[in-house]
């Protein structure tokens, strides 16, 4: 491995239910909703980075939220432990680092729905950020 995580937390937490409607609806409509991701990361000093990821519930192609909002931000800081390629520097940001912590920022959106009520939340299948990394690069 050509990195380590110094540290990881929660830099942003956002969860809304508007109204009692809102409320009783949202756990049959949750298969609407899709989540979207965000990564950006940003020098520290030499070798290390801070790399801020987000994840929210979005509603799918022609959905509206209805008053429903779900958001987690997320950072880490890498210590890069040798000089290493553009390219590899780019899948350690978009590919290690999000498939590392997505787990934990699930388990954040999964702890706040349990919390408000929502026992039986399923949010479908994981996001690929070897993809993800995949299709951003031929759209360059």
């Given at each position: 491995?050509?990195?380590?995580?110094?540290?990881?937390?929660?830099?942003?937490?956002?969860?809304?239910?508007?109204?009692?409607?809102?409320?009783?609806?949202?756990?049959?409509?949750?298969?609407?909703?899709?989540?979207?991701?965000d990564?950006?990361?940003?020098?520290?000093?030499?070798?290390?980075?801070?790399?801020?990821?987000?994840?929210?519930l979005?509603?799918?192609?022609?959905?509206?939220?209805?008053?429903?909002?779900?958001?987690?931000?997320?950072?880490?800081?890498?210590?890069?432990?040798?000089?290493?390629?553009?390219?590899?520097?780019?899948?350690?940001?978009?590919?290690?680092?999000?498939?590392?912590?997505?787990?934990?920022?699930?388990?954040?959106?999964?702890?706040?729905?349990?919390?408000?009520?929502?026992?039986?939340?399923n949010?479908?299948?994981?996001?690929?950020?070897v993809?993800?990394?995949?299709?951003?690069?031929l759209?360059k």
């Open positions: 491995m050509s990195y380590k995580i110094l540290t990881k937390y929660i830099k942003d937490v956002s969860f809304e239910i508007s109204d009692p409607k809102t409320y009783f609806l949202l756990e049959k409509n949750i298969k609407n909703y899709r989540f979207v991701c990564i950006k990361s940003k020098s520290i000093k030499e070798k290390i980075i801070q790399i801020d990821m987000s994840l929210r979005a509603p799918k192609q022609g959905g509206t939220s209805s008053g429903f909002h779900c958001s987690v931000e997320h950072s880490s800081i890498i210590q890069l432990e040798k000089d290493i390629k553009k390219e590899d520097l780019e899948k350690i940001v978009l590919i290690k680092v999000p498939e590392e912590i997505y787990p934990d920022i699930t388990d954040i959106i999964v702890f706040l729905f349990n919390k408000s009520g929502y026992n039986k939340i949010f479908g299948e994981k996001i690929n950020f993809k993800l990394y995949e299709t951003k690069k759209q």
